[in-house]
Each structure stands twice: as C-alpha cells, then as structure tokens.
C-alpha cells in the first residue's frame, strides 16, 4: 500500500451559547499559544481526551463510567495506539484495573480507572491516548430497493452461473453491533413452540453489567464491581426463554433499530399477520446464522463488538453489518475505530456499513486558499468541529463570531500549539491542535 499523507487535526470545541461564528484563512492578526507540551504521560493524550479529563460533562456519558461501591470508581474507553508486537496481556498486566478488549490494526481498546490514566500512557508501548468516539445508529436502504431483492421475487434468475449457491445465507454468520434485538420476534426462531429454537448463536449485550461477559472480553473486578464486559447470553439460554421454558434473558432492543436492521440482513419471514404467507417478508440472507451485539456505540465498544462477532463465528465465514456512523475524524481510513477494524478482516471476515441518512445535511465544508466559512451554533451545549489538512500544509484559521466585537482567536500551522481558549460574550472557543500521524497513527508505510 503507498504512504498516505501525514494529517494534523485542529478541534474547536464550542460551549454554552453562540449564534453564529465565521472561520476565515487568511493572514495572522494574533496567535494564542497554550504551554509547550512535554512528552510526559499526558502529552499523549488526543485533544477531545484531554477536554474531557479537564471538565466533568455529564455529555460524556456512556464515556465515562461511574462504578458505585465502597468507593466510586470513575473509568473511561479509550482506544490507544500501540506498537507493533504489544499483547492484550502485557497491557492488562500493568494493573489489576485495566480492561483491555481487542489489540487490533496497532490499535487497543480499553477502559481504565480515570486516577489511573498516566500510568497506562506512562508504558512504553501505549504511544497515544484517544477518548472513544460516540456514534450513531443509521439506516436507510432496505431490501425491497436493491436489484438483488430480486432473487427472492423471482425478477433474476442465477441459472447458468456457478459458485454462488443458494443465495440464502445458509453456512454463514451475520453479526450486527447495535442497539440490541428482539430475540422473540418470529424472524429470529426456527421451529415453533417446544421444538422452537433461536436462530442467534448468541448476544452480547454491552451494556448490561450484570454477567457473565464473554470470555476474552472480561472485565477485572474493581471495589467489587465488573463493569465493562457486559453480559452473553447463549443460544441455549434465548432458545430456552422462547420456548417458555425459562425467562432469564434480560436483553431488550428498547429502540428498535438494531431489530429491524437484523431483520434486513436475515430475517426469515416467519413473522406474518396472517394475509401473507410466512417467508414472503423476509431478509437478504434468510439461512444465516445470527449474532447481536447490544452496544452503546462508541469506537471502542463497537471493534470489541466486531471482534466478538468473529470469535464467535468460529470456522464459519462471516459478515459483521456496522449501520451506524459519525462526523468526526478524517473520513480517509487513518482513524482509531478504522484501524482496528481493518486489522479484524480478511478471508472469511467481512465488514458491511450503511450509506448514511445525512447526505443532504450541511455537515461539511472544504476550503482552498483564502476564504470564509459561516456556521451556526443554536441553543445551549458543546459542538465540535474537525479541521483536517495535509500535514505539510500552511495555513491561518481565524475564528470570529459574527458580532465581531465578541472577539476574534487565530491560530496558524506554524504556532507550537497544544491549546487556544478565547471568550466570545456568551460563549467560549477552545482549540486544541495535535499531530494525528506518525507515531501515533501509522508509521508511513501503511
């Protein structure tokens, strides 16, 4: 693969209330510089982790998580960059407390004690500290408009071509990191009553911090409490609570979407109201077998989701469906989350994503040369913008409110520059500019 372009990123972070604010390239008026950082433990930190460390945001959440007990633990997911050849082991090892769920594409998952943050970027090895990116569920296109849903509507025909089987799924596993699934809805069951079985091999509810989690994603235990391996349930285990047998899965898809995407991938058609025969309404791959990663949607839970998915496919192929995205970070595959992922595929282990919903929104903005960008910041809260460049680039960014005399903050790629804060009347800028590249994301070969 040929080297890609080094990055550096600028992230504004925007608080309280402001009514519009213009970004202008241009020449310098002033420069604003934070300390020169040092490269002690926290100068690994990535600029939203240090944000977050510096101010208590309940915005944060599912982030940070407090773990209640004899004493309160705060813990927070991170996604680390490591050096090539470091184990999940030899990064659990430097403290009991430390979860460490997939190492990945140089990149490891973790969530760690907050009071203990600098000792895990005090190692060697752990070469840059990111605060986990938050997500969100998409999904727009289902199987009635995509050509292939002609195969099940005898619109195509696959007579004449060879190796590509039944079409239906059987012999593969499709695994979906969502917001969780309806495990009794008639789609994911074969059978009925008391031969009724589920077609899930298993779920893996992230967020449920009862137990057990699943092995090799377990969490060490800290004043009493494991939080952050979630809980599995087996197919033994949800076929039993189908039959009626038992009622022990506390698993629930409270907001539907994880259910319904599931259903596009897989879903058998059993499900009818009775006008309609049974299989008419049914997935892309109605004979696969099913996981569900129930999940909060941050870029550490979801590569562990990817991860378990895998593991639990065993000797079958498998696809894991991804229907959700973000806006942040450079959209070039440089990214921790795309990393990690990438590290996880290859023969028999496939990743699929949606398009999006947002192609329509005004969400980005390019600039070449000298020019003005406007934007509007409505309300109360915290916004935050990514300006992303080439790593060789030179440029001045100068960010004034459209009232100007709330006042202007400039800052240019030639500033040794960890942090610029400046107040706007009712608001407060804040930008954070570090390097994103080398060593901390790739070594230039990738």
Not at 32 to 38: D, I, S
Not at 245 to 263: K, N
Not at 378 to 397: A, V
Request: hydrophobic share 40%.
């Amino acid at each position: 693969m040929h080297a890609r372009a080094r990055k550096s990123r600028l992230r504004l972070l925007l608080a309280v209330l402001l009514p519009a604010l213009i970004l202008a390239g241009g020449p310098a008026l002033s420069v604003v510089e934070g300390p020169a950082q040092a490269q002690t433990p926290d100068g690994k930190y990535n600029p939203l982790l240090r944000r977050a460390l510096s101010v208590s945001k309940p915005a944060l959440k599912p982030l940070v998580v407090t773990q209640a007990g004899s004493a309160d633990v705060k813990k927070i997911k991170l996604m680390l960059r490591v050096a090539p050849g470091t184990t999940k082991e030899e990064l659990r090892a430097l403290d009991h407390s430390f979860y460490i769920g997939t190492v990945s594409g140089g990149v490891a998952t973790a969530e760690v004690p907050i009071a203990l943050i600098d000792k895990l970027a005090g190692h060697s090895k752990v070469l840059r500290l990111s605060l986990a990116v938050q997500y969100k569920a998409l999904n727009d296109v289902t199987r009635s408009s995509t050509t292939s849903g002609g195969l099940f509507l005898g619109m195509l025909s696959t007579a004449g071509v060879s190796g590509l089987g039944s079409f239906d799924g059987a012999g593969v596993v499709i695994g979906d990191v969502d917001t969780g699934i309806d495990f009794r809805h008639q789609d994911f069951i074969n059978g009925s009553g008391g031969s009724a079985t589920s077609r899930l091999l298993s779920v893996w509810d992230q967020t449920d911090a009862g137990g057990p989690a699943p092995t090799g994603f377990d969490c060490p235990t800290v004043s009493g409490f494991n939080f952050c391996g979630g809980t599995e349930w087996t197919n033994a285990q949800l076929t039993s609570d189908i039959r009626g047998q038992s009622s022990v899965v506390r698993q629930v898809d409270t907001d539907g979407h994880g259910t319904a995407v599931l259903g596009c991938a897989g879903g058998n058609g059993n499900a009818t109201n009775g006008l309609e025969p049974p299989g008419k309404y049914k997935g892309m791959a109605p004979a696969a077998d099913l996981i569900m990663v129930k999940s909060a949607l941050n870029d550490a839970d979801i590569c562990d989701g990817v991860s378990y998915i895998f593991s639990r496919a065993g000797s079958k192929p498998a696809v894991a469906n991804l229907s959700l995205g973000g806006h942040l970070g450079p959209h070039d595959g440089t990214t921790d989350l795309e990393a990690c992922l990438t590290g996880l595929t290859g023969p028999g282990r496939i990743i699929v994503a949606s398009a999006g919903n947002e192609g329509a929104d005004a969400l980005h903005a390019s600039q070449t040369g000298n020019g003005t960008i406007a934007f509007n910041k409505w309300g109360l809260g915290e916004e935050r913008i990514d300006f992303w460049h080439d790593y060789e680039d030179k440029f001045t960014l100068t960010i004034t409110a459209t009232d100007q005399s709330c006042g202007t903050l400039t800052v240019n790629s030639d500033s040794v520059l960890d942090s610029a804060t400046a107040n706007f009347c009712t608001a407060t800028i804040s930008v954070y500019n570090a390097p994103i590249s080398s060593p901390f994301a790739w070594d230039g070969n990738a």
